[in-house]
């Protein structure tokens, strides 16, 4: 734990004990867990403690130059520079940074883009997409009409022709790609040539893969889409949060209504001063070889797991994610009971869903597995072969209290050895 960190449970400790354990237990479980939650990350410690400052204290309802409130000198300072860093990050000429979170963005971009009741075309959660594309109680689904695309049930990959023929029969407004479980590259040229063939707005959600697309080892969605949304976490490795983008000029306008105040009262400006600092970290060059390095890993861990006889949905991964069939291995084994026995071992992963799982989504057929927490640890791909062989054993032994218990304690001894990241 780096010096700054412990001053701050010092401090707590000595005037609220109770929080202090709460916190200083999160903290040991971070330090001795290997995360391999594909939506997580490990920040540095300056964009931690950034995120913790004077900043907190202060409404800023508005834009820089336009608030509603006095006092806000330095708080129009760092939206500027988290805007500048964000707009040079992406290659794009708008950014709003004040969404709360990748959900919060994509309200945003709706709002913007259509009226309620406009039909929007979009992969299903179910086959990887995000709730906030479309799912029944979701806003999404609430005030528009969601038409669904899918993957090829063969290949388990997207296919462009069949997506082409859905648009032309339902002719939405507004195109969504960009997935939360989708372990393939995306082909924006081709979701944009659909998009203007039928006349609608393209929408890509990099939330997963932005860290990737900011360092060139993902195709970037600019110049095809018109909007493009994230969360600033993930494998961009800031602050929770999130991010809109855009070239637009017409379009940047409406989504700057529809943050504030179409969807939002005051920024959190504490949030800000922390996407600007990850967003300034994101810029050195040591970030591409981070992030390549984040997908080397994945394709490693991904050959290591094959290897011993798993089943990866689309037959691997061009990303930082990958998503097991555990059928594939075991017919009895479900995600739940996986997630959880690893989880007792020092491993923490998301059940979810496979493409037409015929299990519930609370207990679900897969697991996805992601690199981006591991890659920032330092880890490489010698190390995946270690991290596939202990969830195997894991799995292989069905959770058995033993095995569990001696993993967790190589595991433990491991994570010394590739500290977070101070």
Known sequence: MDQISTDVLSHLGARDPEAARILAGEAERQETTLELIASENHVSSTVMHSVGTWMTNKYAEGYPGKRYYGGCVWHDAIEDLARDRAKKLFGCNFANVQPHCGANANIAAFMALLKPGDTVLSLPIK??????????????????????????????????????????????????????AYSRTIDFAAFRSIADEVGAYLMADIAHIAGLVAAGVH?????????????????????????????????????????????????????????????GEALEPGFKDYQQQVVDNARALAAALVEKGYRLCSGGTDNHLMLVDLRGRDAELTGADAEGWLESAGMIVNKNGIPNDPRPPMVTSGLRLGTPALTTRGLKEAEMVKVADWLDRVMTSKGDEATCTAVREEIRSFCADFPLPH
């Open 219 to 279: 195709p970037s969605p600019f110049p095809h889409a018109h909007v493009v949304t994230t969360t600033t976490h993930k494998t961009l490795r800031g602050p929770r949060g999130g991010l809109v983008l855009s070239d637009d000029e017409e379009i940047a306008k409406k989504i700057d209504r529809k943050v504030f105040p179409g969807s939002q009262g005051g920024p959190l400006m504490h949030a800000i001063t922390g996407k600007a600092v990850a967003f």
């Open 127 to 180: 086959s990887g997409g995000h709730l906030s594309h479309g799912l029944k109680p979701n806003f999404s689904g609430t005030f528009y009409n969601i038409v669904d695309y899918d993957l090829d049930p063969e290949t388990e990959l997207l296919d462009y022709d069949a997506i082409r023929a859905i648009a032309r029969e339902c002719k939405p407004q507004l195109i969504i790609c960009g997935f939360s």
